[in-house]
């Protein structure tokens, strides 16, 4: 009888272990993380905002641009204490509401992309207009509201530099994961990367990291990338001419965003920028993650040849107006998108790709010589290389790449995803 009740016993534990979600043990908040503000007054809906410092020797002072295109501002200001170009060892955790009392198991972290933060990218899509959204009419509420009023615990990320390092901000992800699981008593966490966060996401989990850097942890279990450039991208490259008016000061532009040009010509004066380089040059290394996520596409959908000195900004040298490198020096310079094609997402980690296809964005000059989100190609959003497992993809045709955050069937898939 004691021999069958124990069979029985041995039975049930282990269905039950074949039921709950595999992963590590709930974890304590690592050592290396000090709390350094709690906000609890923050706009656009979120609960609370904290300040944690990763004390990591590694962590370094990133460039900024000069003119002051990149620094922190709004409310995000605030919490970094009023430095307008803060330590890249420093970042902040968002909370929404329910993120402690929510019905879902596995809480969610948020990861922002290029040029952006959480409140634009998760809360308030219209903070900074149209061009902000990528609508002409803008929502003032994102997926963070979405999936909170829907059950999900909540968080997400805001990152010190706008454009910074992936392999850094990788990183604070996995401190950000190892905070909510420190709060909640979890194993794992969903991860959610839009544009240039889907690099810094992959990384942490690919185990893509500096020399000084931490493997991964074994606590995520799904990926959800939105509009991610996994197949990398060349856009900046391939329509340069018309890309370069938004960012070089002497032609109107202020942008905060890199050139492929060193030098341009503007209403007849030729000057130089290197500080809005893709590549270190003069000193100046103010766009370290974009270089990080640059692949060449001109063999799949050729380069745009309406635009002015095409040729010599897309394969580099001296044309009549701009002066440049080409983007296979920029690649040379650092790009991740093959390094972590080779490392590998691992198995455990369920991988989800999601992407725009309509290419209409207000105010840039839209990427044409492929089906795109007006960013980001299609094949390279739904990219699978180096995924071992992918439970889906998806192309939200009616959605441009800065709607992939708050489009209504966007917001719906992502949910389905992480149900």
């Not at 009740?5 to 690592?30: D, K």
């Not at 960012?247 to 209403?267: F, K």
Request: glycine share 14%; with cysteine.
């Amino acid at each position: 009888m004691r021999r069958g009740l124990g069979r029985l016993l041995a039975g049930l534990l282990a269905l039950i272990g074949a039921v709950l979600p595999s992963g590590p043990a709930s974890a304590a908040v690592p050592s290396r993380l000090t709390l350094e503000a709690t906000y609890s007054s923050v706009a656009n809906g979120w609960d609370h905002v904290e300040r944690y410092l990763d004390t990591t020797p590694g962590f370094h002072q990133e460039q900024y641009p000069p003119d002051g295109r990149g620094d922190q501002d709004g409310q995000r200001l605030t919490f970094f204490g009023g430095v307008k170009q803060p330590f890249s060892g420093r970042f902040l955790l968002y909370s929404a509401p329910g993120w402690n009392t929510g019905a879902h198991q596995v809480p969610v972290l948020l990861v922002h992309g290029a040029n952006d933060n959480p409140d634009r990218a998760w809360a308030n899509p219209g903070e900074s207009g149209g061009y902000g959204c990528g609508a002409a009419s803008c929502p003032n509420t994102g997926l963070m509201q979405y999936l909170a009023g829907r059950g999900y615990r909540v968080f997400a990320i805001g990152f010190a530099h706008k454009q910074g390092d992936n392999l850094m901000q990788a990183q604070e992800v996995g401190d950000a994961v190892a905070l909510i699981r420190a709060k909640l008593g979890v194993p794992q966490v969903d991860l959610v990367g839009w544009s240039k966060g889907e690099m810094s996401t992959r990384a942490y989990v690919s185990s893509v990291k500096p020399a000084w850097g931490r493997p991964y942890a074994g606590d995520v279990r799904k990926l959800i990338t939105l509009g991610g450039p996994n197949g990398g991208y060349d856009y900046p490259y391939a329509h340069g001419w018309a890309h370069d008016f938004s960012i070089w000061p002497q032609c109107g532009g202020a942008v905060n965003a890199p050139s492929p040009h060193l030098r341009m010509t503007c209403y007849g004066t030729w000057t130089a920028h290197p500080e809005f380089s893709f590549t270190p040059t003069g000193g100046y290394d103010d766009y370290p993650g974009q270089r990080q996520m640059l692949a060449r596409w001109d063999s799949v959908f050729s380069v745009d040849q309406s635009q002015q000195d095409w040729y010599t900004t897309y394969y580099g040298g001296q044309g009549f107006y701009t002066d440049g490198g080409g983007i296979q020096v920029a690649i040379n310079a650092g790009s991740l998108i093959a390094p972590l094609h080779q490392a590998g997402v691992p198995a455990s980690v369920t991988a989800y790709l999601l992407a725009g296809g309509t290419p209409d964005i207000v105010g840039i000059f839209n990427e044409n010589r492929g089906p795109s989100d007006g960013v980001v190609f299609v094949a390279s959003a739904l990219d699978t290389g180096g995924f071992a497992t992918v439970g889906g993809t998806a192309l939200i045709a009616l959605a441009n790449h800065l709607e992939l955050g708050w489009d209504s069937a966007a917001s719906a898939q992502v949910a389905g995803w992480l149900n």
